[in-house]
């Protein structure tokens, strides 16, 4: 969006999640506490925040989550591939929303078999779709127990509240 909207960005300094979540915790606006997340994690990268962001705008957000989830976990992994070449989960366009179920189904296969590889407890998103498409097949592929996170939760759950 700032390619193609400059003046707006410049004007009321808008940031994504990625750039807000990394200056609060870099200028110690908040401050967190890595043992409160002690879950083994893995991060998924969104097909719009990284390769379609990538594509369309000349940045990909790849880096951004990974250095947020160093300082909120100890005990998370990468996905393999990962990156831009990341599995969709195959809720992306809209088809959560959809009554294509067995599509869905069927194009989170590969994903559900990369986090099982990786063994873990936890994926952590920053998109909503892809939330929402992982909550919904962990039952479909036998893992009820998977907790599926928003990366802005990951931060919150490890804030140091001063009192």
Sequence with gaps: MQ??????????????????????????RIKVDRSKNPQK????DPCNYGR??????GKGYFDEPRWIMDQCMSNWVDLFPCRGNQYCCG???????????????????KKFEQIRRAGVEMIV????????QLRA???????????????????????????
């Design 91 to 109: 809720g992306g366009g809209g088809t959560l929303l959809t009554p294509y179920k067995q599509e869905r189904i069927h194009y989170s296969r």
């Design 125 to 132: 998103v920053p998109c909503h779709s892809c939330h929402g």
């Design 52 to 57: 379609k962001s990538l594509e369309l705008f």
């Design 41 to 44: 994690a893995a991060y998924h």
């Design 3 to 28: 390619t193609w909207f400059p003046d707006f960005f410049d004007r009321h300094g808008a940031l994504t999640v990625f750039d807000l979540l990394k200056d609060y915790l870099e200028s110690g």
């Design 137 to 163: 097949m962990a039952k479909e592929f036998d893992m009820p127990d998977l907790e599926v996170k928003y990366l802005w939760q990951v931060v919150a759950e490890a804030l140091v509240i001063e009192t």
